[in-house]
């Protein structure tokens, strides 16, 4: 089990972790959700003991990641959000120079990744530079499991590659977190929040809410409503004037809107909004999403 109990840090004025504490249990997968400058990246350094906390404490087994660090950095595999192996180097000499590091070999762990590193193995001499966003995320996960850590952690690894590799890479999660492995991801996707197990919502260095994303969505107690219309710039402003609405926010095409406490009305506001001009407007009730959930916490 992963415990962080009231962790803080702070870079100047900026205060990134503000009393954060979460618990990953074994065999997880948790996830770490919110926006870029949340804290997210912050705690992932503490925890893999690569900075120092202010004040609070961190186990991991039973392992402080101040005092026990060599005997953390064994037990984990680490990704970061930015790519950072040998560019120089090629796939297979990436990942046979961490095996390495590691005291073991890749045929002796290759079971670990084969599903991933089959995908670009006939690319293994190719520059790992020269490789495409996907195929660098697969290489440098690959290298993150090739010593079979117990915990792996992921800082926003699905972060500026395409819809079809973030969808293999969540697969792939899937498959390692039934082989045992503890896993914790961050990411600024709310719609990844619905793949975890369990998340931890974050803000401003805040623990928002933690439970499943199922048991987030049901606790939210608002009737959420989208509305959408061609004219999307007009159409926000005018719901914004709208006396009886408590929060609107676009969500793509569409608004998402909720109203405040017993003024749930969407025909008084499809009336308002024809007064302002805007005659054709589509509203309908929707089922809440993670995202609305977090927008609501946040405010």
């Excluded at 995908?119 to 690959?142: C, D, V, Y």
């Excluded at 933690?210 to 987030?216: K, L, V, W």
């Excluded at 609405?245 to 676009?250: I, T």
């Excluded at 809107?257 to 003024?263: A, D, K, V």
Aim: charged residues 20%; proline residues 5%.
């Amino acid at each position: 089990m992963i415990e962080v109990n009231q962790l803080c840090k702070q870079f100047g004025k900026v205060k990134a972790l503000n009393g954060v504490s979460i618990q990953v249990n074994e065999g997880e997968l948790y996830g770490l959700i919110g926006p870029d400058g949340a804290g997210k990246t912050t705690l992932f350094r503490i925890l893999i003991s690569l900075l120092l906390p202010d004040s609070g404490s961190a186990r991991l087994w039973g392992l402080d990641p101040v005092a026990d660090f060599k005997k953390v950095r064994q037990i984990i595999g680490y990704m970061p959000g930015k790519f950072s192996l040998y560019e120089d180097l090629s796939i297979i000499e990436n990942l046979t120079f961490f095996a390495t590091v590691f005291g073991t070999t890749v045929e002796e762990n290759y079971y670990l990744i084969e599903d991933i590193f089959k995908q670009i193995e006939p690319f293994k001499n190719r520059p790992a530079g020269k490789l495409s966003g996907g195929m660098k995320q697969k290489l440098a996960l690959s290298c993150a499991l090739i010593h079979k850590p117990r915990l792996l952690v992921l800082d926003e690894p699905t972060t500026g590659v395409d819809a079809v590799s973030r969808q293999e890479f969540w697969e792939m999660l899937k498959r390692l977190k039934a082989q045992g492995i503890t896993i914790l991801v961050s990411t600024p996707y709310m719609d990844e929040a619905g793949l975890c197990d369990r998340v931890a919502l974050i803000q401003n260095g805040k623990i928002l809410e933690t439970n499943s994303p199922e048991d987030i969505i049901e606790r939210f107690n608002k009737p959420v409503f989208a509305v959408s219309d061609n004219n999307m710039y007009q159409l926000l402003n005018n719901c914004r004037q709208y006396p009886g609405v408590a929060s609107v926010y676009p969500f793509g095409e569409e608004l998402h809107i909720t109203f405040s406490e017993g003024s749930v009305n969407p025909v008084h506001l499809k009336e308002f909004l024809v007064s302002k001009g805007i005659p054709d407007a589509n509203i309908k009730q929707i089922q809440p999403t993670i995202e609305d959930c977090f927008m609501e916490l946040s405010t």
